[in-house]
């Protein structure tokens, strides 16, 4: 078990390290994505929706006319705060969504940003690779986490007296001592996270089942499957024929109604300004732990109800989306929501750890090219990917607003910055590579509140007068982050300077 542990943990270390960081920033995207957008103003939610409504409809209307379909998302909660308005054009080329004012429905100028969402999801979508490879590196790294995890369970012996013990300064000790820590520490939520992230690809890894069920030909049982999962609702193509849109607050008020009070999040119109308009109402999938939300169709012209799917339509499938939810945790408060974010760090410190530790051991030993490799290679492994997410922040703010294919300029910068760091590391002593990498973090984090008042009018002091809570927290969040590192920095100075 313990052999089995270790090596699950080296051959997907790296990995697991990189979907544990980005995927950790997602409980924290929606202010990520705040900050780089400085153009919003503070959030305002829940508001009535019919106002909202008919401040998206009237943009629409305006500039959308001739669109295939239009997409309002209302500012229902922290996940979904502003007013945001999207449409399928007839052209090729898709427009990017358009943030409007709550107040007056004029449009907000926001840069075109990769922003909190993109970096959150590069834990399951893996930038530069195919989908379908994605989807089948995610399972089997997701099914590696849990085997580590059940394994290192049964091999350690001392599993609850380790988590009261962290001896320091102690060498290979004490990176075991933290990566006991740790682990032990957020043991629930790392077992819960490994798990709920299988469920989440289990459709792409076991076709085999509806393969059974729904037919040989892969292709025609997924695509029946998933009609039987997710059936159409009263789907009718454009007629041709131009007609008036019914009211939509009688609409509004039917849903919520139905849906005892709960809001409506989400408003589509298919075929806006036809006969065969049809208007959708989406519920708040962020409601609870359970991530399901009513849907109800209505006949765009006329207003009469045409199809109703329920939030909870069997038990199998509210026991699917309850893992789903407790993986995005969406529904968290402020207080479920640090804890998360707690457990996901921890979930870092216990991968950077163990990859530490399984180098640091080896060390003392005669090491192979390949323990060699590992360990000139860690410090931009782990050191070097915060390093990435600084200079992606920092692109956001330094790339011309005006710049085509802006947001994916971004994530270049991203993955840029992490290769130069694996070249340097792969040119430099280790000792030096996790001092200098370290550094490179703490100025990278700690001078972003430098940079946003250089680049923007909402700087730490003004966010702070005007209470705006997101933009402050976030400022403040990096300088602590960059204090972090700092001190992590000076750590590795004192230490390799005690040991010349």
């Not at 400085?38 to 943009?59: G, M």
């Not at 940003?113 to 089948?136: D, F, V």
Request: hydrophobic share 50%; net charge positive; glycine share 8%.
């Amino acid at each position: 078990m313990a052999g089995l542990h270790t090596w699950a943990g080296v051959l997907f270390g790296w990995l697991l390290y990189f979907m544990f960081v980005t995927g950790t920033s997602g409980y924290l995207d929606t202010e990520i994505d705040r900050w780089m957008r400085p153009e919003l103003p503070p959030a305002q939610y829940p508001l009535p929706p019919e106002p909202q409504v008919a401040h998206a409809l009237a943009y629409l209307q305006a500039h959308a006319a001739d669109a295939r379909s239009w997409s309002i998302q209302l500012p229902v909660d922290r996940n979904e705060p502003y007013l945001r308005v999207d449409w399928s054009a007839p052209s090729a080329a898709q427009p990017q969504p358009v943030w409007l004012d709550v107040q007056s429905g004029a449009p907000i100028a926001v840069r075109d940003t990769a922003g909190g969402q993109a970096l959150y999801q590069l834990h399951w979508r893996l930038h530069y690779l195919p989908p379908a490879l994605t989807e089948w590196v995610i399972a089997i790294a997701s099914m590696v986490l849990l085997l580590a995890l059940l394994t290192g369970i049964v091999a350690h012996r001392r599993f609850f007296a380790d988590f009261f013990t962290l001896r320091l300064g102690k060498g290979q000790r004490s990176w075991l001592d933290a990566h006991n820590l740790a682990s032990v520490a957020s043991l629930p939520f790392q077992l819960m996270i490994s798990y709920s992230g299988l469920v989440f690809v289990m459709f792409s890894f076991m076709p085999l089942i509806a393969s059974a069920w729904y037919g040989q030909a892969p292709g025609a049982a997924v695509r029946n499957f998933y009609g039987e999962l997710f059936p159409p609702m009263a789907a009718a193509p454009a007629s041709g024929q131009p007609a008036p849109q019914t009211t939509i607050a009688p609409l509004l008020a039917q849903a919520q109604a139905r849906w005892q009070g709960a809001p409506v999040a989400v408003l589509t119109v298919q075929n806006p300004g036809d006969a065969n308009a049809r208007i959708s109402a989406i519920g708040n999938f962020a409601g609870g732990p359970v991530r399901e939300a009513g849907i109800l169709v209505f006949d765009g012209v006329s207003g009469a109800l045409l199809a109703e799917r329920p939030a909870r339509q069997s038990s199998p499938r509210a026991a699917r989306d309850l893992w789903l939810g407790l993986h995005e945790g969406l529904f968290a408060g402020a207080v479920l929501r640090a804890l998360y974010l707690l457990s996901g760090l921890l979930g870092c410190v216990m991968i950077a750890t163990g990859m530490v530790l399984w180098s640091t051991k080896r060390s003392a030993r005669q090491p192979s090219a390949g323990h060699a490799l590992v360990s000139r290679l860690n410090p931009a492994a782990i050191l070097g990917l915060p390093v990435a997410i600084a200079a992606y922040l920092w692109a956001n703010r330094l790339l011309p607003t005006s710049m085509e294919a802006r947001a994916q300029w971004e994530l270049h910068a991203l993955f840029a910055t992490w290769l130069l760091s694996f070249v340097w590391a792969a040119c430099t002593a280790p000792t030096k590579s996790w001092r200098w990498l370290a550094w490179c973090a703490a100025l990278g984090f700690g001078l972003l509140p430098v940079l946003n008042a250089a680049t923007s009018n909402r700087h730490l002091l003004h966010s702070l007068l005007a209470g705006d809570a997101v933009m402050a927290g976030m400022d403040l969040g990096f300088v602590t982050l960059g204090l972090a590192f700092a001190a992590g920095a000076l750590a590795l100075q004192r230490r390799q300077g005690a040991s010349r």
